[in-house]
């Protein structure tokens, strides 16, 4: 329970050192108070009268955060004889307080429910996390079953066989890896970079194809169609990058299709690396979204509902890591079974006088 009324989601809600009168709890959504409240969202940091004589604080934390306290009475602006009836029905002597009094409590109160919020959201990407640890944990279990199931049963597997599963064991680990090196990322930024180290980008790039030759039995193919000897500071996260936006291009794209990696180098400090793949098409109004958490295009969702929109979200984290520039585009293929497909195009721009140090 919050310590001064507070007003949310078109409802008031009791407080714990100051009451809400039974009348405002009663009536909050009449037309006048829903009218009074509704004009104090645009209002700026201070004390009002509500239409019924008491004091409402409101509280502008940030530009999109404010939060609204009513049922005061703050000594500036309360009206008491206004206020007769709003204190008639089974009456509450609550206090008449100075504005400083009031702010000091509602501060108190703005810190705790930010702080609450915070944590809200940190407990569901710790929930998050371990659903996926599940998931991958028990894709790995799969994979290592049929190794010892036909070694048990006498029946062999051929070296490219076997190589083939080991190679999906180390990319479920992997996404095993990326999942929890986000979710440090998430509870503190400063500790996850670690130490930079000078790295040729085209072989990272060439590694992670080389990673995910035949993931997810997908005839679909990375060509590094240009080479490049350009050297970048990178943390350890960098290859998590690659992982997330090559791994991204296999998963959406339709079967027997290329992923290509082109490099280019304007000048002796700067490179340009763009990778191309077929996958569902995103409108020119969800391209500016893409990276914010949770967010997934239409056409996306069509193709596979069950992904959770923090994967490109993620690398754009990373990149600001680096003071990498990342961006998207996506051009209008057609319609197959029932999903708009697009040429997606992934750009990723490299400033070795913006590199880490």
């Not at 970048?232 to 960098?238: A, D, G, L, T």
Request: proline residues 3%; positive net charge.
């Amino acid at each position: 329970m919050a310590l001064l009324p507070i007003y949310k989601d078109e409802m008031l809600f009791d407080g714990s050192f100051i009451h809400a009168l039974p009348f405002c709890l009663k009536n909050c959504k009449n037309d006048k108070c829903l009218a009074h409240y509704r004009n104090m969202i645009s209002k700026t940091t201070g004390f009002y009268t509500c239409p019924y004589g008491l004091s409402t604080f409101v509280y502008n934390v940030s530009c999109d955060t404010t939060f609204i306290f009513s049922g005061l009475r703050e000594r500036s602006t309360y009206r008491k004889k206004q206020a007769a009836i709003a204190q008639s029905d089974n009456r509450v002597f609550n206090p008449v307080l100075d504005a400083e009094e009031l702010v000091s409590l509602a501060k108190n109160e703005c810190e705790y429910q930010q702080e609450k919020f915070r944590l809200s959201q940190k407990m569901e990407e710790v929930n998050e996390l371990l659903h996926e640890a599940r998931k991958l944990n028990g894709q790995i279990k799969t994979e290592c079953d049929i190794i010892w199931e036909n070694s048990a049963s006498g029946t062999g597997y051929s070296v490219d066989e076997l190589l083939g599963i080991i190679r999906n064991i180390h990319i479920y680990s992997f996404i095993v890896y990326n999942r929890f090196q986000y979710f440090d990322t998430v509870l503190n930024p400063a500790l996850s970079v670690g130490a930079s180290y000078n790295a040729v980008i085209f072989k990272k790039l060439d590694k992670m194809r080389k990673l995910l030759k035949g993931y997810s039995r997908k005839n679909v193919w990375i060509s590094l169609d240009t080479q490049s000897t350009y050297n970048y500071r990178i943390h350890q996260s960098f290859e998590t990058l690659l992982f997330i936006i090559l791994e991204n291009a296999i998963k959406y794209s339709p079967d027997n299709k290329p992923i290509t990696v082109n490099f280019e180098e304007p000048d002796k400090d700067c490179l340009t690396v763009t990778i191309q793949s077929t996958g569902p098409y995103c409108r020119t109004d969800e391209l500016s979204k893409l990276g914010t958490k949770g967010f997934r295009g239409e056409s996306a969702q069509q193709f596979d509902s069950t992904g959770q929109g923090i994967g490109l979200h993620f690398a754009k984290r990373i990149c600001e890591q680096h003071n990498i520039s990342i961006e998207f585009s996506s051009k209008y293929l057609g319609k197959d079974h029932g999903v708009t497909y697009g040429t997606f195009t992934v750009k990723l721009y490299f400033d070795r006088n913006k590199q880490p140090k």
